[in-house]
T-cell receptor, first 113, second 114 residues
Framework: DQQVKQNSPSLSVQEGRISILNCDYTNSMFDYFLWYKKYPAEGPTFLISISSIKDKNEDGRFTVFLNKSAKHLSLHIVPSQPGDSAVYFCAARAQGGSEKLVFGKGTKLTVNP | SAVISQKPSRDICQRGTSLTIQCQVDSQVTMMFWYRQQPGQSLTLIATANQGSEATYESGFVIDKFPISRPNLTFSTLTVSNMSPEDSSIYLC???????????FGPGTRLTVL
């Protein structure tokens, strides 16, 4: 039973346009959400996070939106650059002190020049 | 952020053998984590390793199959025992991040079992 779902295995956008990556979750105990970026042959790299007390967090070109009622979050990349081409993983952590992260299967983003 | 290295980066092994994966961090950390990413799947936590105590395994993972050592605050090993083709995965170690509630990951070990 997947608690964190990324329903789009892949996404292709043009350079300069907006990339929107989506993530849904089922566990209402999740209170902290993270996005990781992974290049081939490298480990995942932390990108941005959001606490459940917020609905938006912004860091440069990256913005994460959280809709708790819909159990949905999204990562917006504006403007998209070819170097953003990677696999993006959504992850969540449940309240209660556990360090365990639950990951989605990832979305492969391709930004075309 | 912490610099994490893993050895080996990749290996091809025969069924029934064991492989030990090493994870080295450039700073002292309390908690280290071992994940598995099977082909086309998400990262799944195998166990949490704290220095000086037994590793805590997630449901579906057992110590006999994935023994873990944590001899000090900068090093850990994961052994994949009695391997079968189903163990073919990328194995990653991670550590707690300086940013609260984040984790930093090593580059991973790509294991293929024939």
């Amino acid at each position: 039973d997947q608690q964190v779902k990324q329903n789009s295995p892949s996404l292709s956008v043009q350079e300069g346009r907006i990339s929107i990556l989506n993530c849904d979750y089922t566990n209402s105990m999740f209170d902290y959400f993270l996005w990781y970026k992974k290049y081939p042959a490298e480990g995942p790299t932390f990108l941005i996070s959001i606490s459940s007390i917020k609905d938006k967090n912004e860091d440069g070109r990256f913005t994460v939106f959280l809709n708790k009622s819909a159990k949905h979050l999204s990562l917006h990349i504006v403007p998209s650059q070819p170097g953003d081409s990677a696999v993006y993983f959504c992850a969540a952590r449940a309240q209660g002190g556990s360090e365990k992260l639950v990951f989605g299967k990832g979305t492969k983003l391709t930004v075309n020049p | 952020s912490a610099v994490i290295s893993q050895k080996p980066s990749r290996d091809i092994c025969q069924r029934g053998t064991s492989l030990t994966i090493q994870c080295q961090v450039d700073s002292q950390v309390t908690m280290m984590f071992w994940y598995r990413q099977q082909p086309g799947q998400s990262l799944t936590l195998i166990a949490t390793a704290n220095q000086g105590s037994e590793a805590t395994y997630e449901s579906g993972f057992v110590i006999d199959k994935f023994p873990i050592s944590r001899p000090n605050l900068t090093f850990s090993t994961l052994t994949v025992s009695n391997m079968s083709p189903e163990d073919s995965s990328i194995y990653l170690c991670s550590v707690e991040g300086l940013i609260l509630d984040t984790q930093y990951f090593g580059p991973g070990t790509r294991l293929t079992v024939l």
